[in-house]
């Protein structure tokens, strides 16, 4: 808090400044000026919040000063010094909006106490200003919300909480009528920041790009969670795009981050003001395939028609060698390539990009279960991949998928015979194809005669039963699953010859596989 002393006798300014401590008393002491006009001149610089002031001087007096201050900077306040006990002079200050009236006489514990009366009073003043600041700012939220969510419609016979909001964006430039009485365009954009690594400066960074977009755009902004929602007047067509991305890449500049906006349509009513936020909702769940900078449009991404959202059996297969082999980085970059295929599918969409990488992690899980005869724990159900902004979707697979093959190879390491276990694991992903036992031994390293016997006293049956078995197992799955021909389903068990593949079935499941389809239907 600033305070300027006013007087043209030099022995009471230094008086003044000297006997009293202005820095105790909180306040910060400007130089002091040798008259009103000297005071006036330095006044926009200077912005003293206190004056201290004689009333008699050359020149302008205190009085005229006074009023003059108040008509230029209303909240400053006043204390009037004199060496005249003069009433006329007191009423005619208190009319200037003085704060107090002092004697010269007057010592310095009441100059102190008159000092400080003024600093009450202006603290006083501003809690006020902040509060009041703080209930308009968040009366013109709420209204901004509400005309977000249901287009501030008013009911009728009366208006509504979004009121203040229309206010607000009148006032703002950003609602203008047009020639024909309607308004101009407006559009919603969501914008979100990243890229500054200590995350305790997420909300000062985020402040710092609404402050710079209220800088470039003729726009309000409120800040909700994570993002900021933005209220701009649009241009038309192009013009009106270039203008919002060269914002976002003036403001990734300055800040040194990464700043992504979603850009509803531009609409002409408040009715429609909801429908742009809504476009820019959907375009800003986007950031998750797009990456963090850049504008995007509603328009060029909601009419997407949607990528795969199951991998392949190939890619199944593929994943299930990785698996079993307990190579991390190749895993890793089997990971790599399949999300960044998925993200460069110009028909993806958050949804479908989310049911893809969900069905990778499934497809590990379930070979996890299909081995769990190896003596691997299968969990009750495959955990969901985080879908939010701020990871990357490559990692979070990644770490998934790693968890399940350190889950299946910690576990069928350990034991006098894994090897068997490593085995089950290689059949499981080699049921669609010719298999020997000799081939399978010599997969794991074993001489075949002693495979085979430590086989069957591992897992209570012999070679070609425990195939058999769980060649059926996999035709009744896909029977069950899929509408493909029962010559297709011998193929994906490893049977060439239908007819052979049918007694098999029947053999162990009790029926054949068109009758086993029926009974699932």
Same mark, same amino acid.
């Given at each position: 808090m600033k305070i300027l002393i006013v007087d043209d006798e030099v022995i009471i300014r230094t008086g003044l400044c000297t006997v009293i401590d202005w820095e105790g008393l909180g306040m910060t002491l400007l130089p002091p000026a040798e008259s009103a006009e000297e005071a006036l001149e330095r006044l926009a610089d200077e912005q003293p919040d206190i004056v201290l002031t004689d009333i008699r001087m050359p020149g302008m007096d205190g009085i005229e000063l006074a009023k003059e201050i108040k008509a230029r900077r209303p909240d400053t306040e006043i204390v009037i010094l004199t060496g005249y006990d003069d009433f006329g002079y007191a009423r005619?200050?208190?009319?200037?909006?003085?704060?107090? /009236?002092? *004697?010269?006489?007057?010592?310095?514990?009441?100059?102190?106490?008159?000092?400080?009366?003024?600093? $009450?009073?202006?603290?006083?003043? @501003?809690?006020?200003?902040?509060? %009041?600041?703080? !209930?308009?700012?968040?009366?013109?939220? !709420?209204?901004?919300?509400? +005309? +977000?969510?249901?287009?501030?419609?008013?009911?009728?016979?009366?208006?509504?909480?979004? &009121?203040?909001?229309?206010?607000w964006l009148e006032q703002a430039g950003v609602a203008k009528a047009g020639p024909d009485g309607g308004l101009l365009p407006m559009r919603v954009l969501l914008v979100g920041a990243s890229g500054w690594d200590d995350d305790r400066f997420a909300g000062l960074m985020l402040g710092a790009a609404e402050s710079k977009l209220l800088e470039l755009l003729p726009c309000v902004a409120l800040r909700k969670s994570d993002r900021i929602i933005v209220v701009s007047q649009a241009g038309e067509g192009w013009s009106d795009t270039s203008r919002l991305a060269a914002a976002v890449a003036r403001v990734r500049e300055a800040l040194k981050c990464d700043i992504f906006a979603a850009a509803g349509e531009p #609409?002409?009513? @408040?009715?429609?003001?909801?429908?742009? /936020?809504?476009?820019?909702?959907?375009?800003?769940?986007?950031?998750?395939? =797009?990456?963090?900078?850049? *504008?995007? %449009?509603?328009?060029?991404?909601?009419?997407?028609?949607?990528?795969?959202?199951?991998?392949?059996?190939? %890619?199944?297969? %593929?994943?299930?060698? +990785?698996?079993?082999?307990? &190579?991390?980085? $190749?895993?890793?970059? @089997?990971?790599?390539?399949?999300?960044?295929? !998925? =993200?460069? &599918?110009? !028909?993806?969409?958050?949804?479908? =990009?989310?049911?893809?990488? $969900?069905?990778? #992690?499934?497809?590990?899980?379930? @070979?996890?279960?299909?081995?769990?005869?190896?003596?691997?724990?299968?969990?009750?159900?495959?955990? #969901?991949?985080?879908?939010?902004?701020?990871?990357?979707?490559?990692?979070?697979?990644?770490?998934?998928?790693?968890?399940?093959?350190?889950?299946?190879?910690?576990? #069928?390491?350990?034991?006098? /015979?894994?090897?068997?276990?490593?085995?089950?694991?290689?059949? $499981?992903?080699? =049921?669609?194809?010719?298999?020997?036992l000799q081939q399978v031994a010599g997969f794991v390293h074993v001489n075949p005669n002693h495979f085979s016997e430590m086989f069957k006293k591992e897992t209570g049956q012999s070679f070609t039963e425990y195939v058999t078995r769980e060649r059926m197992l996999r035709a009744a799955n896909i029977l069950m699953t899929t509408r493909m021909k029962i010559s297709e389903v011998a193929g994906e068990a490893g049977y060439e010859d239908i007819k052979y593949f049918s007694q098999q079935f029947k053999k162990v499941m009790g029926c054949t596989p068109s009758e086993y389809r029926q009974m699932s239907v």
């Open positions: 005619q200050a208190l009319r200037e909006g003085v704060t107090d /009236y002092l *004697l010269k006489t007057s010592g310095p514990e009441e100059i102190m106490m008159a000092a400080m009366k003024a600093k $009450q009073n202006l603290l006083g003043k @501003w809690e006020t200003m902040k509060q %009041e600041a703080a !209930q308009g700012a968040a009366l013109r939220n !709420q209204g901004l919300e509400e +005309l +977000l969510s249901a287009g501030g419609k008013r009911p009728a016979g009366g208006g509504t909480a979004a &009121d203040p909001a229309r206010r #609409v002409t009513a @408040w009715a429609e003001l909801g429908r742009s /936020y809504e476009e820019a909702e959907a375009a800003y769940a986007y950031r998750l395939l =797009l990456g963090d900078n850049g *504008l995007v %449009e509603a328009k060029d991404v909601l009419a997407r028609r949607g990528g795969r959202t199951v991998c392949s059996a190939k %890619e199944e297969n %593929e994943l299930s060698a +990785l698996l079993m082999n307990s &190579d991390a980085t $190749q895993l890793r970059n @089997w990971t790599n390539g399949i999300v960044n295929e !998925q =993200l460069s &599918d110009p !028909q993806a969409t958050p949804a479908t =990009l989310q049911a893809y990488l $969900q069905s990778v #992690v499934i497809a590990a899980h379930r @070979w996890l279960d299909r081995a769990r005869d190896s003596g691997a724990e299968a969990p009750a159900s495959a955990p #969901v991949i985080p879908f939010h902004v701020g990871i990357r979707l490559a990692d979070e697979l990644f770490k998934l998928l790693l968890s399940v093959l350190n889950a299946f190879h910690d576990r #069928v390491s350990a034991g006098r /015979y894994a090897y068997i276990h490593r085995a089950i694991a290689f059949i $499981q992903h080699h =049921l669609d194809r010719h298999l020997t």
